[in-house]
């Protein structure tokens, strides 16, 4: 990237310089059904890696953060249907016990077609501040969910040796 300076965007220029980009992320918005978002992630990370192949960095960036906005929404989802009851959770699991007609009623994570730690890394995306998220997005580089998670935990205190 000789000669390119990489710049931080905020929202209304990322909306301006790719207009699908911000149809996509009001889209997720929108999403209230976890197999439909778990999709739109799916898509988002076919889309990104074939970004990467062709060397087309600017779409790659933006699959990246559509792929973000829906993982971070199905975390919202998963946060919000295990509190509603309408998802299965370790603890009802345990709660229930092995009465299967129990379960049934509650599909679990499996039954929705989302990997556990897919699920968890979701989740902690959505635990996130909004205004961090955002910002985290707006840096200049494709955005990647461990570097966002690492960078949203609080720094560790330091150790004290006696």
Same mark, same amino acid.
């Given at each position: 990237?000789?000669?390119?300076?990489?710049?931080a965007l905020?929202?209304?220029?990322?909306? =301006? +310089?790719a207009?699908?980009y911000?149809?996509?992320?009001q889209?997720?918005?929108?999403?209230q059904?976890?197999d439909?978002?778990a999709?739109? $992630?799916?898509?988002a990370v076919a889309?990104?890696a074939?970004?990467?192949?062709s060397l087309? +960095?600017?779409?790659?960036m933006h699959?990246?953060?559509?792929r973000?906005r829906? %993982?971070?929404r199905?975390g919202?989802?998963?946060?919000l249907t $295990?509190?509603?009851? %309408?998802? $299965?959770t370790r603890?009802?699991?345990?709660?229930v016990?092995?009465s299967?007609a129990?379960?049934r009623?509650?599909?679990t994570?499996a039954?929705l077609g989302v990997?556990r730690?897919?699920?968890s890394?979701?989740?902690?995306?959505a635990?996130?501040?909004e205004?961090q !998220?955002?910002?985290?997005?707006?840096?200049p580089?494709v955005?990647?969910p461990?570097?966002?998670?690492r %960078?949203a935990k609080p720094?560790k205190?330091? =150790? !004290?040796s006696?």
């Open positions: 990237m000789s000669g390119t300076q990489l710049t905020d929202r209304s220029e990322l909306g =301006r +310089v207009p699908n911000e149809a996509m992320r889209a997720i918005e929108l999403c059904r976890v439909e978002i999709d739109f $992630a799916n898509k889309i990104q074939y970004c990467r192949q087309d +960095v600017e779409n790659e699959a990246s953060r559509i973000l829906a %993982e971070r199905l919202q989802l998963l946060k $295990a509190e509603n009851g %309408e998802r $299965a603890e009802t699991a345990r709660l016990g092995s299967d129990a379960r009623d509650q599909p994570l039954d990997p730690d897919r699920a890394r979701a989740m902690q995306l635990n996130i501040p205004e !998220f955002e910002a985290a997005l707006a840096e580089l955005a990647q461990r570097r966002i998670l %960078e720094p205190p330091p =150790r !004290f006696s």
